[in-house]
């Protein structure tokens, strides 16, 4: 075989296990028709894909007819991440390899309610379930990330009043009893700064902050390679740091905390008269496109929210600040005067200067780091009990041959 | 955004619609900006889809003015609403079931070549493009709509919206009997809607699909407007009471909803 028809073999077979992926699960003839491949060509890498076990392939019926619906092939199980923010719900499936195999975004309501968003995100969790040809059967746990400090046994929100209707739902009850299966809660920052520790900015430090910055601010901390929630849960939690002893009271009945300066209203306000009524997504979406004014309230949020993670960094010394959350997608403008106004307070260290780095995940931080803790969990009941799950890096299926 | 001193993308005012003895509209007034979701509530026959099939120049109103970016227009068919740069998705969808998913898209707007010969690929390209950028998940453009399922469909009438580039687009209850990923989907593409400009008028029962997407809530009772709201700020309970008359527009707001 000559290497550009080698090389054409791999791209077409790149496209095959792309196009799986996109569709959760389709028949060789759909296949044919979203990759615009021949059926024989469809037919023969779908073969080769089987042989190396990177897809399965099962009978179904399509329209009538028997079909062979072709699937990523899964490594015992899959794991489910929910991210519950302010306005927008997030899932996404992976196996043990960490390969995401499915994901949706929902836009939720402002002040969104427990019982609703709760019974939404388990419907979506089955949905996406059936996308990938699987069921309940092949979930191994679910990981939930919610924008408050929570007590990781129940899922209840510790600190009362932050997170408005959720405060007497034990979420980890609420979500076993529907899908009977093992449920972990976290806090959304908590989840990101796992993730980024993990597969993203933060890869190979020991010691990181991470600050998620949108509707409200909070931080996670990753303390020699480990996550450190603190006593209650609340570690991390500077959004409710007092940045103004004459400010406003806040949602947790403290006055001037951070979030009451740089949180959701306080940022759109400033540009009402100049702007109309903006969305925290229009805020963020003007000032990547260059807008000034919605530039400088996201720059001086910077600079504010910059100042307590000083404070934070003197306490902890991290290694990196990493800088996620719904604003870090303006980049630079964000993060360059968090960085300056580190910088000025942190006089520490004059070998090694503290990176200020923006996230590399986005916002699915926190929804990969909700992954992360339910497959961390699974590898380490697998360790102590059954042997057959414990090193899932031997079947990783990246590799097609 | 609801910036009030821009010219609205559609201004509708004083719109009356009569069938016999039915008064379907009775003065209704709607302002739609661009980068703007509003959506329309309301009890059945409170008029919500009378009005939307006005802006789609399917039925046209006995009385009142209907104005887009500022100018005076008629919408007197369903074509002329499309060179206004109105799309709209109906409640039952109006797709041909024994057409596949690219006829449908560009029915009765088939693109042609130079010579004016109907151009099967280039609509081919340009339907499997838009059902990308969609993230909508239907593998095979030339499958008939009979073979889709509900999701599916309504992702193919959406799409629908999609050629011709559109200013407004109008979706009457585009996720009612849909699941919770097909509707996370249809929410999801009513954001993408929003940011690439448009003007979207939303009607939909429920009020939590309607709360997540929507900027503004406009609540119609009995053919009149009874209310409009800031979803971002107002609760299940005030929109609620619009609906069903607790409270009245034309008569104040009641001590008890003024005490809540």
């Not at chain 1, 890498?45 to 399509?62: M, P």
């Not at chain 1, 836009?107 to 379930?129: G, I």
């Not at chain 2, 001193?5 to 005012?13: H, K, W």
């Not at chain 2, 039925?59 to 003015?65: E, K, Q, S, V, Y």
Request: with cysteine.
């Amino acid at each position: 075989m000559t290497g550009s028809q080698s090389s054409l073999r791999g791209a077409n077979r790149a496209l095959v296990v792309e196009t799986v992926k996109r569709y959760g699960g389709l028949t060789q003839v759909e296949l044919t028709a979203a990759t615009g491949l021949s059926p024989a060509t469809v037919s023969s890498i779908v073969k080769e894909l089987l042989a190396a076990g990177v897809v399965d392939t099962r009978g179904t019926i399509r329209s009538g007819r028997r079909a062979q619906l072709v699937t990523i092939a899964r490594s015992t199980g899959l794991a489910a991440g929910v991210d519950v923010g302010p306005r927008h719900l997030r899932v996404a499936l992976a196996d043990v390899t960490r390969e995401i195999v499915a994901e949706q975004s929902l836009p939720l309501p402002a002040e969104h309610r427990a019982d609703t968003t709760l019974d939404r995100a388990t419907l979506l969790v089955v949905d996406l379930l059936e996308r990938v040809g699987a069921t309940l059967d092949d979930l191994v746990g679910l990981g939930v990330g919610l924008p408050a400090p929570v007590e990781p046994g129940t899922g209840l929100v510790t600190v009362r009043g932050v997170l408005r209707g959720w405060d007497e739902t034990p979420v980890v009850h609420v979500l076993a009893k529907r899908l009977a299966k093992p449920v972990l809660v976290d806090n959304e920052a908590n989840l990101g700064a796992l993730a980024e520790s993990r597969f993203g900015a933060a890869r190979g430090y020991q010691d990181v902050v991470y600050v998620s910055v949108g509707a409200g601010t909070g931080a996670g901390i990753v303390l020699s390679g480990h996550l450190h929630r603190g006593f209650g849960g609340t570690a991390g939690e500077i959004g409710h740091v007092q940045v103004d002893p004459q400010g406003r009271i806040c949602r947790c009945g403290s006055r001037g905390c951070l979030d009451t300066v740089v949180g959701y209203p306080a940022l759109v306000e400033p540009l009402v008269v100049s702007h109309g009524t903006l969305t925290l997504r229009d805020v963020v979406q003007r000032a990547a496109d260059g807008d000034p004014g919605c530039r400088q309230v996201v720059a001086d949020a910077g600079a504010v929210i910059g100042g307590v993670v000083a404070g934070m960094a003197m306490v902890v010394n991290p290694q990196c600040v990493v800088v996620g959350g719904e604003l870090a997608a303006t980049g630079e403008v964000l993060v360059q005067p968090m960085r300056e106004a580190i910088a000025r307070r942190v006089p520490l260290n004059q070998i090694v200067a503290l990176d200020v780095v923006p996230g590399e995940l986005g916002v699915r931080a926190s929804v990969l780091g909700a992954l992360a803790m339910v497959l961390e969990a699974t590898d380490q009941a697998a360790a102590t009990g059954s042997a057959d799950m414990a090193d899932p890096s031997d079947v990783a299926g990246g590799d097609a041959g | 955004m609801t910036d009030a001193t821009r010219v609205p993308l559609l201004s509708m005012r004083g719109i009356s619609k009569r069938f016999g003895g039915v008064e379907a509209l009775a003065g209704v007034d709607l302002d739609v900006h661009r980068h703007e979701v509003v959506a329309l509530v309301g009890d059945n026959g409170a008029g919500k889809s009378t009005l939307a099939k006005m802006v789609a120049g399917v039925l046209t109103p006995d009385t009142g003015l209907v104005e887009i970016e500022g100018v005076p227009v008629s919408i007197p068919t369903p074509a002329a609403a499309h060179a206004l740069g109105v799309a709209t998705v109906f409640q039952d969808l109006a797709l041909c079931d024994n057409l596949d998913v690219t006829s449908n898209l560009f029915l009765g707007r088939e693109l042609r070549d130079a010579r004016g010969v109907r151009d099967d690929e280039r609509m081919e390209q340009v339907a499997r493009q838009i059902l990308r950028d969609l993230t909508s998940r239907i593998p095979s453009v030339r499958v008939p709509l009979a073979h889709l399922s509900a999701g599916q469909r309504q992702s193919v009438a959406i799409a629908r919206t999609l050629i011709g580039s559109p200013r407004i687009v109008v979706l009457d209850e585009p996720t009612a009997a849909l699941s919770v990923a097909q509707t996370a989907e249809v929410l999801m593409h009513i954001e993408g809607l929003r940011d690439l400009g448009l003007g979207v008028v939303l009607i939909s029962h429920n009020m939590t699909d309607v709360r997540s997407v929507a900027d503004r809530i406009e609540v119609l009772r009995h053919g009149r407007n009874n209310g409009s709201f800031d979803a971002r700020t107002t609760g299940y309970e005030r929109i609620l009471g619009a609906i069903t008359g607790a409270v009245r527009a034309d008569l104040g707001v009641p001590p008890v909803a003024a005490a809540s």
